[in-house]
């Protein structure tokens, strides 16, 4: 069961992938026990919502990203494996208080929260985002939170509610580079992305600022160092650049354009910490949560630097 969840992870469009993607497979007993506790608490994770993959290994560790507001998002993004056809349900009340309740039980330091983007709500999901938050660190203090927004539709009112919950970490991913932005992220904007990192580095300027990239949709390694530029010129503090896979419907998703290399993955870091980024996290599995809380700590090291 999980052998195949993790082969369907790395679908590329019908190509090949390139022998750096291989990994040694999980302990399957870590992978049944971290799939029971989650299941057990009726919680969604986007390590299977979005067929991340790097399911096997995060969850071996113990690892998980939450994905709040439901199942069911309002666009329909040509690079994610997440569902637009499905009931846009009310958020459920009850989520924050079982998403605290989870983070403490599965003991994590660390914690990321996601969610489907809700252009159907008044506040699009800010303030159940913001009530996460408050649950987590009022029941787990010490623990870290990282939150991965939708963008709001860049509102003011709505940046402004997260930014002051709490949260250690806000992220927001540009995914791609300019010029494909339009074709790649239906009903979003590439202005609007580094006009929401912008306000989130303006109503919060104590917290970490990050947002993510993905290589190979049929960007150049130039415009990605473009993006770097305009990342950076928002406030951004860490980024994350990992390789595009095509969930695999050839109809709606775009295909993978090429496979990066891992010597260019490194040339994409020593780019970013050229430009002052303060964490890169660069590389052919890289997601936007991937070894989240090493880089959380290497920016602040870099931060007290």
């Known amino acids: 069961m999980e052998n195949s969840r993790l082969k369907s992870a790395f679908l590329s469009g019908g190509r090949s992938l390139p022998v750096w993607f291989r990994q040694e497979l999980p302990d399957p007993a870590a992978l049944v026990r971290m799939r029971t506790l989650l299941r057990d608490t009726g919680l969604r994770t ?29 666009r329909s993004c040509r690079f994610c494996a997440v569902s637009s056809n499905g009931p846009l349900l009310p958020p459920d009340q009850n989520e924050p208080v ?9 003991g994590l330091r660390y914690v990321v929260i996601t969610s489907v983007t809700r252009d159907d709500l008044p ?16 029941l ?28 250690h970490v806000i992220g927001h991913n540009i995914e791609t580079v300019r010029r494909l932005s339009v074709t790649v992220r239906s009903r979003a904007d590439h202005e609007r992305s580094l006009q929401v990192l912008s306000l989130a ?62 010597d260019m993955f490194e040339v994409y870091r020593q780019e970013g910490l050229k430009r002052g980024f303060r964490a890169m996290t660069c590389g052919p599995l890289v997601r936007s949560s991937y070894l989240a809380e090493e880089s959380y700590r290497s920016c602040q090291e870099g931060i007290k630097a």
């Open 140 to 167: 787990c203090p010490h623990v870290i939170v990282e939150v991965l927004i939708p963008d709001f539709s860049a509102r003011r009112e709505c940046l402004k509610v997260v930014a002051e919950s709490g949260v």
């Open 123 to 138: 506040d699009e999901g800010a303030n159940h985002f913001a009530r996460v938050v408050g649950n987590i660190r009022s």
């Open 98 to 106: 079982q998403v605290a309740r989870a983070v403490k039980q599965l």
């Open 201 to 262: 580095r303006c109503l919060a300027p104590q917290t970490v600022i990050k947002s993510g990239i993905m290589a190979g949709m049929g960007e150049t390694d130039e415009e990605i160092f473009s993006a770097f530029d305009e990342l950076k010129s928002a406030g951004c503090d860490m980024l994350t650049v990992g390789q595009y896979l095509s969930p695999g419907d050839i109809q709606r998703h775009v295909p993978v354009a090429r496979f990066v290399s891992p």
């Open 46 to 74: 986007v390590c299977t919502g979005a067929h991340c993959p790097n399911l096997g290994q995060c969850w071996e560790k113990g690892h998980a990203t939450f994905m709040i507001l439901g199942n069911t998002c309002t």
